[in-house]
């Protein structure tokens, strides 16, 4: 599943899953771009990726601000001329019910969560259609969306949210030669935010096995090459079976 000379675009990029992403593309040949909040996250992942032999730049930014957005795909486009994958990773999640939860805390997760991935998509997929060469995007939801909880509400409905926006991205970006599909883990690596660290969390799956972000990487390579190429539109749980217990 060779990426030799695409280039990407790893949002959330300088750490748990999107860290691991990078480091498997760039391993098969991609250009990676880390787009991340956090510049020092940003560079120090790119300059990891640099130091094993990959192509890849840091660029600190967030998925909620257009500008930011605009400069990352110009900058992108700069360095290599074009944009071929978009991995839409960066998420926050709250940790309160509905009678607990601050409004703006949920307006802030579902900004993150859920707007950053339509932005983010929304302007790579312009610059995608403007190359007139396809593409292709995944968007992470997450296990969380499947189910109600009692520790947290706008990361589960944010995580919803992003399997209706995947199947609309898909029908409408489709006729652009751009495939769109998601990925919904199970608990992975660090909890989101890493108030968990992955040795503290349980393996609460069918393999009773730690699922690590290199596990997702796997599933997302093959979701942006072309022996998925009949695969649109999709979100496929990446949980070790954790949802049929």
């Not at 192509?55 to 900058?75: F, H, K, L, W, Y």
């Not at 983010?120 to 060469?133: D, E, F, H, L, R």
């Amino acid at each position: 599943m060779s990426l030799q000379d695409k280039v990407a675009v790893i949002t959330g990029g300088g750490r748990n899953i999107g860290a691991g992403i990078s480091h498997l593309f760039s391993q098969n040949g991609a250009k990676l771009a880390i787009f991340d909040l956090d510049l020092g996250r940003a560079t120090a992942q790119a300059e990891a990726l640099r130091e094993d032999g990959a192509e890849a730049i840091g660029i600190a930014g967030s998925v909620t601000r257009t500008p930011d957005i605009q400069n990352m795909v110009e900058r992108v486009v700069n360095e290599w001329g074009h944009i071929d994958i978009l991995v839409n990773c960066a998420a926050i999640s709250d940790r309160q019910g509905i009678l607990d939860l601050p409004d703006e805390t949920w307006r802030e997760v579902l900004e993150v969560t859920l707007t950053g991935p339509f932005l983010c998509s929304k302007y790579v997929a312009q610059q995608m259609v403007k190359q007139g060469t396809g593409g292709a995007i995944v968007n992470f939801s997450s296990t969380s969306a499947y189910g109600g909880g009692n520790r947290r509400i706008a990361y589960n409905a944010a995580k919803g949210g992003i399997i209706s926006l995947t199947q609309s991205m898909a029908a409408q970006l489709a006729p652009h030669g751009i495939r769109v599909n998601a990925i919904a883990p199970g608990p992975t690596g660090d909890q989101v935010g890493g108030a968990i660290l992955a040795s503290d969390r349980g393996a609460h799956n069918l393999l009773n096995q730690h699922t690590m972000p290199e596990d997702q990487a796997r599933v997302v390579l093959f979701l942006v090459s072309d022996e998925s190429r009949h695969i649109i539109g999709q979100t496929i749980r990446v949980d070790a079976g954790g949802g049929v217990m």
